[in-house]
């Protein structure tokens, strides 16, 4: 009965060793992420764009999303953000928003091949990054 206990004991301190192990990984990346962030706006800033803007336009690109509520929901952020977001790529002629005609609260979102080049200076700003950091 003591051994069960202090086997009981033993798999509860790994487990938690286990799960603060994963929580400092995870910090690690949230850390490591806001890193690249703060550095893509850097290189961004002087071509107009955020990393904010950029994501959307690589997201697009992939077609891994095609409405704001798309965007909203796997970016989770704000529906208002994603508009602000939208509206400026839109004025710099990067997407445009087209309204479905029946139901004009149904908005499909264009990439436009303008964006094309801005695209790829975000991947290779992230590649200078990533190659930095190994």
């Excluded at 798999?11 to 060793?17: D, G, T």
Aim: aromatic share 4%.
């Amino acid at each position: 009965m003591i051994m069960n206990s202090l086997l009981n004991t033993q798999r509860l301190m790994n487990k938690q060793v286990a799960l603060n192990n994963r929580a400092d990984e995870l910090l690690g990346l949230v850390i490591l992420s806001r890193q690249c962030s703060h550095i893509m706006n850097q290189q961004l800033i002087d071509i107009g764009l955020n990393f904010n803007h950029w994501q959307l336009l690589l997201l697009l690109s992939k077609k891994i999303v095609s409405t704001p509520m798309q965007i909203a929901n796997y970016l989770h952020i704000e529906p208002a953000t994603v508009s602000r977001h939208l509206e400026c790529l839109e004025t710099l002629k990067l997407l445009k928003r087209v309204y479905n005609q029946p139901d004009r609260r149904s908005t499909s979102i264009v990439l436009l091949p303008a964006a094309a080049p801005y695209i790829t200076q975000g991947l290779e700003g992230l590649t200078e990054i990533s190659n930095k950091l190994t």
